[in-house]
């Protein structure tokens, strides 16, 4: 089996138990890598990305973040109303700059400034260096697809080994939107030539906390 056809059995099998015949490990090796180790794998994954991790406690990285937002001429900051870590760290890290909070909305309608989006992920997988959000019970994806700059919000306990073990929590009620962020918006569509940013934030940020 090659890997890509490991890759789809897995997640069928994560959605619904579909993929592989009854008794057979999912491919891959079974889930279970102790936690610290999944963590170290996510950064090491998610940098090399080109994402740029931070790690908590939240007190010690706010400064570091604000120095990276302010490197990137962000003036603003906007999270999911819903959202209380991103409300939190957001509000938080308005002296840093200065700063000032907007919204989504204020954003998608074609605000002028350079925004950094804040949410909370649901999960983050170490193999990949990917980050999930969903719109599960309604929440909003814009700070992940329309700022500048998008910082994640994600919890030690929450960094799964592999991406089924990341899909088998929605299998019981699965949001219509699933975002895997992977470091930050690139593509190579025109003339080979990499560009940062066309489809999404031109940086990535995980603030790890535990």
């Known amino acids: 089996m090659n890997e890509r056809e490991g890759l789809f059995r897995r997640l069928s099998a ?7 015949p009854a008794g057979e490990p999912i491919p891959g090796g079974a889930p279970g ?18 994402g ?9 990285a706010l400064s570091d973040l604000g120095e990276l937002l302010r490197a990137e001429g962000v003036t603003a900051l906007f999270f999911p109303e819903d959202d209380t870590a991103a409300r939190e ?3 938080a890290l308005v002296p840093f700059g200065p700063f000032s909070l907007t919204t989504g909305a ?5 605000s002028g400034a350079v925004t950094a989006g804040f949410r909370a992920a649901e999960a983050a997988i170490a193999e990949t260096g990917t980050i999930v959000e969903t719109s599960a019970g309604g929440k909003t ?5 329309i700022a500048d700059v998008h910082v994640s919000i994600v919890r030690t306990a929450s960094v799964v080994a ?17 975002s895997f962020l992977t470091g930050p ?4 569509d025109i003339e080979q030539t990499l560009t940062v940013g066309a489809h999404g934030p031109k940086k990535a940020i995980a603030l790890l906390l535990p």
Do not use: W, Y
């Open 89 to 91: 760290i957001a509000e």
């Open 106 to 110: 204020e954003v998608r309608g074609g």
């Open 14 to 20: 994560a959605c619904g138990g579909h993929g592989a």
């Open 185 to 188: 918006s690139k593509t190579a």
């Open 141 to 145: 994806l814009l700070p992940g697809l």
């Open 52 to 60: 740029f991790l931070l790690h908590g406690p939240v007190e010690s």
């Open 33 to 50: 890598t102790p936690e610290g180790d999944r963590i170290v794998q996510f950064a090491n994954a998610f940098t090399a990305a080109g």
């Open 162 to 178: 592999r991406m089924d073990e990341a899909l088998a929590s929605f299998t019981a009620d699965p949001p219509r939107n699933i």
